[in-house]
């Protein structure tokens, strides 16, 4: 019972962080568990066991100490237990884990080292959990307050992730963004993708860089990421209890200006290559030999429906058979990628029709919002190709997140047509008039017929 009871814990706080940070699609499907140690388990089970109702989460009092007090030697110390410390702990812990498991982009490129890549995205959804988890509180329980667990304190980071904090600060200096909207951005990339959109948020809203072709951009990125990784692991990290004192204060100091002396390399470097780049376009007279005309929105809708097509086949596994025609209808490639994953997933299948018509009619309204979105990207001169396959690639995510949501609270079924046309009260029911009697001349016979004129017959002898 226990177990279960953590299961549904760890599957309630992935859909939080996948809610927290918006893009983020988890790798877990309903049913699969999450890899927790039993030290982790225990520290949670008494939150699982008490998520409606967390005041039995209270501080209490355990038992009382054996000293006595000289000058009251009949009194005790009592001594208390907050299960709430445990809870936050276990809490913050699983937090880190979930964001760890949201799943990457399938375009993600190999590292050169995995096991930098891996110690960046651990430290990454460590410092995001230390940010995350205490606004994440009151949205785990009916009617939740952040203070439903009490007060978190500050975490005391240190090594990675003290360095991966100091990396979302200094992002968000240069970009003008919040720390723990960098640290969403770069948890929801998933697990991998910390790097990449990192290099993302420094490059995007560079000049330099939005006047780059399409095809060299990436190259760029990729050159970019590469460098964060490689500047994040070479630090050297050891645990603060084996730390004198003056020795602990100085890798502290040492953690925080090595994480965020990465991003000051990495922008060093972006800026190196980007002015050699621009300079070698401008020798070869590039701008002037490469005037193309922007693509419409035939285009940019071709574009958007191949990156949702493949990003839906990708999560449910399966292949949508749309043929060229049906491609450029959003209508059918709606119906078909919103089909395709209801199908592969465990919603009940009286409700599966209910989930498709709401899943293919999300996806409608984007192809919608299409044309409006073009024209923002248009006025910002924006690389319009990449837009567009981002924009595809998040209704492909979208689409996985409202299944996912389908599968945790199924939509009620849709009513038999029959019963919803006998019910519509547009549809007037034709008035009943009772029937009158015909009119006639003849005499209604209202008594039988009296012997004499049962037997005469018309045209028969008389006697």
Request: charged fraction near 25%; proline fraction near 9%.
């Amino acid at each position: 019972m226990a177990a279960a009871d953590v299961d549904k814990l760890a599957h309630r706080v992935i859909q939080l962080v996948e809610r927290d940070t918006v893009d983020g699609v988890s790798g877990l499907r309903p049913g699969d568990r999450l890899a927790l140690d039993p030290a982790h388990v225990e520290l949670l089970e008494p939150l699982a066991q008490n998520l409606d109702l967390p005041g039995r989460l209270a501080p209490m009092m355990r038992r009382f100490t054996k000293r006595q007090d000289p000058e009251r030697p009949d009194r005790r110390d009592p001594l208390w237990h907050d299960p709430r410390e445990g809870a936050r702990r276990g809490l913050t812990t699983l937090v880190a884990r979930c964001a760890d498991a949201l799943e990457p982009d399938p375009q993600l490129p190999p590292p050169d080292d995995a096991e930098a890549r891996n110690r960046l995205a651990t430290a990454v959804s460590r410092a995001y959990a230390a940010n995350a988890t205490p606004r994440l509180v009151e949205h785990l329980f009916p009617n939740g307050r952040p203070d439903d667990l009490g007060l978190f304190t500050p975490p005391q980071l240190e090594g990675d992730v003290a360095a991966a904090r100091a990396m979302a600060i200094a992002i968000g200096a240069r970009t003008a963004t919040r720390e723990e909207d960098v640290l969403r951005k770069l948890v929801a990339e998933g697990h991998g993708g910390a790097a990449h959109a990192a290099a993302d948020l420094l490059l995007k809203e560079r000049p330099d860089f939005k006047s780059l072709p399409t095809g060299e951009q990436p190259g760029i990125r990729r050159h970019l990421a590469r460098g964060i990784e490689a500047g994040f692991a070479v630090r050297d990290v050891r645990e603060a209890r084996h730390r004198e004192l003056t020795e602990e204060l100085e890798n502290r100091r040492e953690d925080v200006t090595g994480g965020a002396g990465t991003i000051d390399t990495a922008s060093a470097l972006a800026t190196d290559e980007l002015t050699k780049l621009n300079a070698f376009l401008q020798d070869i007279d590039y701008w002037q030999q490469s005037a193309t005309t922007e693509p419409g929105l035939a285009e940019v809708r071709a574009i958007v429906t191949d990156r949702l097509v493949t990003r839906v086949e990708h999560h449910a596994g399966i292949d949508t058979s749309l043929t060229r025609a049906e491609l450029k209808s959003p209508s059918a490639v709606s119906a078909a990628a919103a089909d395709a994953m209801v199908a592969t997933s465990t919603i009940p299948r009286e409700s599966r029709p209910a989930a498709v018509q709401a899943t293919a009619t999300m996806l409608t309204e984007g192809f919608d919002e299409l044309p409006q979105h073009l024209a923002i990207w248009q006025a910002e001169a924006r690389d319009i190709p990449r837009e567009a396959a981002s924009y595809g690639a998040a209704l492909g995510d979208r689409t996985m997140a409202a299944v996912r949501t389908f599968e945790h609270h199924p939509p009620e079924p849709l009513p038999d047509p029959s019963t919803r046309f006998a019910t519509d009260p547009a549809l007037s029911r034709p008035e009943v008039v009772p029937a009158t009697p015909a009119t006639s001349t003849a005499t209604p016979r209202t008594t039988r017929p009296t012997p004499a004129q049962a037997r005469t017959v018309p045209g028969a002898p008389s006697r």
